[in-house]
């Protein structure tokens, strides 16, 4: 009886949520459908086809299998096989990449108007640019993870550095979008980092130049600007920002393509949370930026920067520190 | 040989450890069990059903598809078809939608111990209104996506921000969790939150309210709180929180539901990892909060607050900087 | 004609590339392969095989479903069931998690040249240990459930800190990853933490010793390094590092597995962005770390330690603000 109650009741609501379904679905997308005549909405109909996110994710992880054969596959390698297996490799990446770096650029000739009759062989022979650039790349990347465990004590072997360190997960990245970024290819250089960024919480900017040997621990929360230049042998931690001065809200398109982000000389060590910002700031060579600083003005080289410590406060049992010596040392 | 004794070795192993796995599975299951009788642990057996995060990511992915017609799908869209696509792609929403509403009220019905005999037409009709906010919200993206190309200079173009902006990513997730959240639906907006948290590394609480217009650059790192109230064309960047202060360990319940976070009025910019804590802090129209500092009061309309530049310590090749000028200007 | 001119035109580009394209890939096939002949790369070709990172996720997703019965799957469990359910899963986790055991011991052992042939035995017997393991897991990870809801206003309920609270994600992946690094697993335990750490924004080196009922709020951005000591019922908030000092570049293999982290007692609250550095740094029991502050020393128990306000600059239409009150109070 009260099952039979219930289900009239369900029924009940059932035939109520059905009619305003059927009301509501209708002119919910003659609303969506209505905003995109106005100017006030982004959609992508009628376009040129756009690169697709998945197959971006499919290239970073087949490059990865490339750069580091044996340690990201199931495959067991042997001396014999290897070059059948990175021909294969290969093959197959030049296929899916030309075929997102072709549909990059027929979206961006569409967005300026241009005709687009070359954008499939621009778009063949970039992508052969990029396999070109693997073997340096490799020898590149090897020198990173030489930088990671000289850099860190707590890194116990070259494939713990390999699997684990989200650093060098996002230089990886970087190296493969900077060479699509030099090559001048839009919108897919900034897909393939951000996919790191999301990864490992490093965002390294495509169009930044960055030197050999260069180490981030830990990494979460780095910002690395566009026009952000990085010497050799550089090592940063964990939510360092190299970054932009915000700009007045009128200025912003007069900045474009212009230098804005801070040059980091060879050698020099920033402690995490650091934030330099601006085009004015040089950290000189072997200079040491500690921890929480805040820093728009250049630094000369062999500088140490630190917070100074009677910036705290000690309230209750504590009593205050001086400051007359170095923290670092 | 001595492949016939490794042999022999392995399967006197192997029985071994079958022994020992016969023991140490069972033994383990019963002491887990046992750790349910007692208050010591969380398990959800014997209990309504509980909305499924597999689910929950499906509806987000499907909603963005929605609002951004065209972008996130591989199937191409034109004007004919548009109002199809949309119809189909919004009753699937609908159906995957109400069901785990309707799951996530059980689940909170039942935490009260309370009947829940109208939790599936109050679901159905949650979802509803939740479809009908689609087109508002398209709008309110639309300005977001605005606001980040007129933020940030190494914006490309729309489809850049729209791609790859994580700051989009964390404001579209949160604006319709918000939805949920004023539609009192529990568990699944901080479900879906999370989700772009994790993607983002960008915390939004789905109880925020957020002005049009917002910016969030970088973004990692970035918290904001579940009282705060953020106005229009606001622009905020890494690591910034916009937190509670900790409470005493028995002040924490009644601090629940209460104003706990920070107000920002229209057209503030807060810089890279900038800390402002507590419902005392109300940050005045057009001001600018410097990277790094750490605010617990209100600060005027018009201010720039920065760290005081001899908080910083030079040591070695460099000299002390004067703090006389204003580093942004 | 046009057709036919644009079709022709395609085929020359094809040809072209496909020309391009059979010279360009075994060319830099070969460059890769020579790369190997000198010491600027890294390979793992011809080796004893490595853990699988696809098969550890699999591995903590199973271990979840066992500490939090009920919680990550759709299988709706009963009483009655849940003592079968929990034998299939444990079981299972047995299987894969002893396969991945034996390959990184496999692994740790071609390393330093060493036979491998108790690699089965000892991975088998370590992944028995593990599983003895989860009991007394799961009673630790209530109470760190419990000092989440006791430590944020804004949780609602078990549900959402279990369903979506990063810092209890990280929280149980560690505390997994700890009991295989205390049972000496090679390469293993920092895999898994770093899956949680791209989760969740959350670095927690599995070396890490950490008490009872420990809460991290938020979370992206948080560090605590290999030799860290924290006690019980501490609360951090997101940003906070707890590590070391940067090293000289040729000391660095002096400071490997000798403490070189902080040391936090009892009842410690740090907030977002503290950095705390050095194995000199021991904060005593009670202490509060306010936000943005850099520490490389002691803390006496019951002390607060605040950025000093002064240290702000007021520019503009604000007033300086007076230092004379403590900003927690």
Redesign the interface.
Known sequence: MNKRA?GS??QK?NS??SV??AE??????K?????CDSD????????A?????EAVVQIIQQARR?L?????T?T????VS??YY??QQ??QL?DSLSKQIVLSMQ?GCL?FDQPC?QC??RG??TA?QF??S??PL??V???D?RAAL?????A?????I?????GLLAITVYRMAHVLYELEV??LP??M??YA?????I?I?P?ARIGESFFID?G????V??TTEIGDRV?I???V?L?????P?DA??Q????K?HPTIEDDV?I???A?I?GEKAII?AR??I????????S??????????V??????????R?T?SK???S
Not at 31 to 35: E, G, M, P, R, V
Not at 197 to 201: N, R, S
Not at 310 to 319: A, K, Q, R, S, W
């Open positions: 219930s009741k369900r609501n109520q949520t305003s379904l509501t679905i209708p002119s919910a997308v609303n969506l459908l209505a905003s006030v909405c982004f959609d992508h109909v009628d376009a086809p756009i690169p697709y996110h490339i580091f054969p044996g340690y990201f199931q067991r390698l042997d001396r290897l070059e990175l021909g290969m093959t030049f979206h967005r009759q499939t062989e063949n022979k052969l396999i070109q693997l073997p490799r020898a990347l090897a020198k993870i000289d850099g860190d004590p707590a116990k072997s070259f494939e713990d390999i699997f684990s360190y989200p839009p919108l900034r897909i980092t951000e960024h999301g990864l490992a919480g965002d900017h169009g830990h979460t929360g780095v910002v600007g566009e090592r931690y964990q939510g920002t970054g932009a001065l915000s700009l809200r912003v398109d900045y474009r393509n212009k804005r060590i402690y995490s949370n934030t910002l000189g200079s040491i500690g921890g929480n600083v805040w820093i728009t003005d630094v000369p080289p062999d500088t140490k920067v630190l917070m100074n009677p910036g705290l406060v000690y309230i209750g049992n504590g009593t520190s400051a170095d923290p670092l």
